[in-house]
């Protein structure tokens, strides 16, 4: 993006020429926050108790970011007949529409303002009613659940949320099985742990009827429905708002047994609008810094944005390829910040991968946030998702989730769609779960884990990046030292067992070798042979698939790598 002071000194000599009934809306920095009202000694006037409480246990210090823009200086500028619509103390701006573009040379000459920029012009002409890139169909598919249980750990009493446990052993998720189960996400909920306790924030353009539907009875119920803010018209109910909001909650949020069940379906939650589904414009990135600095001001742990920007209705505000680099747009510096204030930030890739930009869009460019591709029901890369990587050249994306025939909760039951929008939240949902069960560990601590228990951590892409996190894997790498060392305890952890369809295998190593997979039946003869696979220095994952086609029974699995060979028993079910 152009230099905010000179996109407004081009913008003032080219806005004469637009219609007398055009509001702007423009961006003003300040130079700094002197003689605040607030202080660093007393938080808890700017911050909830929660947001307070996530610094203090990821060692976040509170800083400047945190105190309030000068409310001396929002009321300098508004005198001129600026209406104040929004603002932002992370960037120390505000938001603010006028209608006669002379008064900005009062607002520059003010000592505290540092510049100003148009973030937008609207007329009277009629908005377009821009449409999500989700597509969505009608379906009545439903999958038949086969629940894990008895899964083997090493350590299981770590993993295991025992008041809970019992009550959630055999959720009937419906038609969303296969978009929780593709991640292992069964696995946490079965030891109790469904977002209880962990609070998400959603940025997203409105949500259409979450306060009638069914599937969001048990959120209401049980007040896990915080409250809501909107950003993009201050006051409106979001409830009236786009349905692109509503889909993406109920990927984490619906609980309707037997039909579709989220994979947070017990997290608190936050929705926020700052998105215009009828437009696409510059201000929805400030929008989304602020939606962002309000998550975190109220104590979110999560955000989940299904958003992404590249190209504005107003061509000279677009994004190029090169800004997407982690430190140039608005809504990227936001989740940036945001991430170093200890929220897991989750945010969709786009849905461009076959369109001529196919690259990612902000803010899934932001470092040490999760970014989510689209895969489709057979762990294939899904032809729309954007890919990577971020222009300096890091993973994007990060993971990768269901997004094509993923399930939502719609207003006839459940729908089935395709899209960025769905894996994200998908993926947000397990992330709290597994949060919740490790609660000691930061949110970086949180996303290496995903990364690091994915399909091919060792190998990534710029199609599915580090692949499909396995959360089981995941529970395992947190607990500590859950995973056995192949060279020093010349074992292996593999589960589940007693396992059905497929078998995970996951170890340590201090050495580079490669590695020989054999399984045998009860008799000793051998069912298969894998040679020749890598073996890394730290750990390891190999996934081993289709055993559903075994009989029931016992087998014994070998793994010989050099000298050392380690046979373990499972039991098919």
């Known amino acids: 993006?152009?230099?905010?002071?000179?996109?407004?000194?081009?913008?003032?000599?080219?806005?004469?020429?637009?219609?007398?009934?055009?509001?702007?809306?423009?961006?003003?920095?300040?130079?700094?926050?002197?003689?605040?009202?607030?202080?660093?000694?007393?938080?808890a006037a700017f911050?909830?108790?929660?947001?307070?409480?996530?610094?203090?246990?990821?060692?976040?210090?509170?800083?400047?970011?945190?105190?309030?823009?000068?409310?001396?200086?929002?009321?300098?500028?508004?005198?001129?007949?600026?209406?104040?619509?929004?603002?932002?103390?992370?960037?120390n701006s505000i938001i603010v529409s006028l209608t006669d573009t002379n008064i900005l040379q009062n607002i520059n000459s003010l000592p505290f303002v540092k510049n100003t920029k148009l973030v937008i012009a609207v007329t009277s002409k009629k908005s377009k009613n821009k449409q999500n890139d989700e597509t969505v169909k009608s379906t009545n598919i439903y999958f038949n659940p086969q629940y894990f249980q008895n899964f083997y750990t090493s350590n299981e009493n770590d993993l295991v949320n025992e008041k809970e446990a019992v009550a959630?052993?055999?959720?009937?998720?419906?038609?969303a099985y296969l978009q929780i189960n593709m991640l292992q996400g069964t696995f946490l909920h079965n030891q109790g742990y469904l977002g209880q306790g962990m609070t998400i924030a959603i940025l997203d353009a409105g949500f259409w009827h979450v306060d009638a539907l069914n599937a969001f009875d048990s959120?209401?119920?049980?007040?896990?429905?915080?409250?809501?803010?909107?950003?993009?018209?201050?006051?409106?109910?979001?409830?009236?708002?786009?349905?692109?909001?509503?889909?993406?909650?109920?990927?984490?949020?619906?609980?309707?047994?037997?039909?579709?069940?989220?994979?947070?379906?017990?997290?608190?939650?936050?929705?926020?609008?700052?998105?215009?589904?009828?437009?696409?414009?510059?201000?929805?990135?400030?929008?989304?810094?602020?939606?962002?600095?309000?998550?975190?001001?109220?104590?979110?742990?999560?955000?989940?944005?299904?958003?992404?920007?590249?190209?504005?209705?107003?061509?000279?505000?677009?994004?190029?390829?090169?800004e997407l680099d982690g430190k140039t747009a608005r809504a990227t510096l936001a989740a940036t910040i945001a991430a170093r204030k200890g929220i897991l930030v989750v945010n969709s890739m786009g849905n461009s991968g076959a369109s001529p930009w196919k690259y990612?869009?902000?803010?899934?460019?932001?470092?040490?946030?999760?970014?989510?591709?689209?895969?489709?029901?057979?762990?294939?890369?899904?032809?729309?998702?954007?890919?990577?990587?971020?222009?300096?050249?890091?993973?994007?994306?990060?993971?990768?989730?269901?997004?094509?025939?993923?399930?939502?909760?719609?207003?006839?039951?459940?729908?089935?769609?395709?899209?960025?929008?769905?894996?994200?939240?998908?993926?947000?949902?397990?992330?709290?779960c597994l949060w919740q069960a490790f609660p000691q560990k930061s949110n970086q601590d949180i996303i290496e884990a995903i990364k690091h228990s994915a399909?091919?951590?060792?190998?990534?892409?710029?199609?599915?990046?580090?692949?499909?996190?396995?959360?089981?894997?995941?529970?395992?790498?947190?607990?500590?030292?859950?995973?056995?060392?192949?060279?020093?305890?010349?074992?292996?952890?593999?589960?589940?067992?007693?396992?059905?369809?497929?078998?995970?295998i996951a170890y340590n190593s201090i050495d580079t070798q490669r590695v020989q997979v054999e399984l045998f039946d009860l008799s000793g003869k051998k069912i298969m042979s894998v040679n020749d696979i890598p073996r890394h220095q730290g750990y390891n994952s190999i996934t081993i698939n289709d055993l559903f086609i075994l009989k029931k029974g016992m087998y014994f699995i070998r793994i010989t790598s050099g000298n050392i060979t380690s046979i373990q028993k499972l039991m098919k079910k």
Not at 168 to 175: A, E, L
Request: proline share 4%.
């Open 360 to 432: 990612l869009g902000v803010p899934s460019d932001a470092d040490s946030i999760i970014s989510v591709g689209a895969v489709d029901t057979n762990k294939d890369y899904a032809s729309f998702s954007s890919i990577g990587p971020s222009y300096d050249g890091r993973v994007k994306p990060t993971v990768v989730a269901l997004g094509q025939d993923a399930v939502f909760a719609s207003s006839s039951g459940v729908g089935v769609g395709n899209g960025t929008s769905f894996a994200s939240p998908i993926l947000c949902g397990m992330a709290s």
């Open 47 to 91: 911050l909830s108790q929660k947001a307070i409480t996530r610094r203090i246990n990821q060692g976040i210090l509170i800083d400047s970011f945190d105190i309030p823009v000068n409310q001396n200086y929002i009321d300098s500028v508004i005198k001129y007949s600026a209406k104040f619509i929004n603002k932002s103390k992370w960037f």
């Open 1 to 43: 993006m152009k230099k905010g002071i000179l996109f407004s000194f081009i913008a003032l000599i080219t806005l004469t020429v637009f219609s007398q009934n055009t509001v702007y809306k423009y961006r003003v920095s300040f130079n700094d926050k002197a003689n605040s009202q607030y202080s660093l000694t007393n938080p």
């Open 219 to 322: 959120l209401w119920l049980n007040g896990q429905i915080i409250g809501t803010r909107d950003f993009v018209s201050p006051g409106s109910n979001v409830f009236n708002e786009a349905t692109h909001g509503m889909m993406v909650l109920s990927t984490m949020g619906a609980n309707l047994p037997g039909q579709i069940v989220g994979t947070a379906p017990k997290a608190n939650y936050w929705l926020v609008r700052t998105e215009d589904a009828n437009s696409e414009n510059l201000i929805e990135e400030d929008n989304w810094a602020s939606g962002a600095e309000f998550a975190d001001s109220v104590g979110a742990d999560l955000i989940n944005s299904s958003l992404g920007y590249t190209n504005f209705d107003d061509p000279t505000m677009s994004h190029t390829y090169h």
């Open 455 to 504: 399909s091919q951590y060792y190998a990534p892409d710029y199609l599915l990046g580090y692949g499909i996190p396995n959360f089981q894997i995941a529970s395992i790498l947190l607990s500590g030292n859950a995973i056995h060392n192949f060279d020093n305890e010349n074992t292996f952890n593999a589960f589940p067992n007693p396992f059905d369809d497929i078998l995970y």
């Open 168 to 175: 959630h052993k055999n959720i009937d998720y419906g038609q």
